[in-house]
């Protein structure tokens, strides 16, 4: 079975400074891995994503997220958080091959940053 | 291009009525999923369809199904609904089934069940 898990249900960061979300993963095999962003009373937003490559994957809106594979790890980074970045974010994981394709989702970070 | 769009926004149902949600993908998708979500909870896999054929069912039981029609809108069904239910359920599309394409999501149906 795969899974995510967000070890951090909130993070605060203030506007300015660097911010790090962090998410490991467990999966068969190669993982393809997402991040996404939600705001309130919507659905979510894709990112950016890993599949294979560069360990450094680049995003939307500035965010990056680097993929560890001896930690089992794609921590969402970004090197100067906006107050407009305040929003909730979910890691997913996706296993590459076999039958299983659905999403797997992190219990959420709620990312708040103070101005 | 218009995004995914979900239809109703919002809907309150009483325990052990049934309800459908619709969901139209983003044009020149094939691939629907449904999800959903509980407050406070990241989404959960519901189902997965292709060119209207099931391709992936999460742990749900058999009161859930849905179905993909010839132009990939999709339909979820919940039937004998209970207070547990109440979530927002949330549709995403993608361009093929294959892992390595990203999913994109509707706003959602907001599911109240009293």
């Known amino acids: 079975a795969q899974s995510v898990a967000q070890p951090e249900d909130q993070v605060n960061v203030a506007e300015g400074n660097p911010l790090t979300v962090k998410c490991t993963y467990s999966v068969s095999g190669n993982p393809y891995l997402f991040w996404y962003v939600q705001y309130p009373n919507r659905g979510l937003q894709f990112l950016l994503k890993?599949?294979?490559?560069?360990?450094l994957v680049k995003g939307s809106y500035g965010f990056e997220a680097e993929f560890n594979k001896s930690q089992t790890s794609f921590h969402l980074k970004k090197p100067s958080a906006l107050v407009s970045d305040s929003a909730l974010y979910f890691c997913a994981v996706r296993q590459s091959s076999g039958s299983a394709r659905q999403l797997t989702f992190g219990s959420g970070t709620q990312l708040t940053v103070l101005p | 291009d218009a995004g995914v769009t979900q239809s109703p926004t919002h809907l309150i149902k009483t325990r052990g009525q049934q309800v459908t949600l619709r969901c139209s993908p983003i044009s020149g998708h094939k691939s629907v999923s449904w999800y959903q979500q509980v407050l406070g909870q990241g989404p959960q896999f519901i189902f997965q369809y292709y060119e209207k054929e099931e391709r992936g069912r999460g742990n749900f039981p058999d009161r859930f199904s849905a179905r993909q029609f010839p132009n990939y809108s999709s339909e979820l069904n919940v039937n004998a609904l209970l207070l547990g239910d109440s979530a927002l359920y949330l549709c995403a599309s993608s361009l093929q089934v294959g892992g390595l394409y990203e999913q994109y999501f509707g706003p959602g149906t907001r599911l109240t069940v009293t």
């Open positions: 890993y599949i294979t490559g560069d360990n």
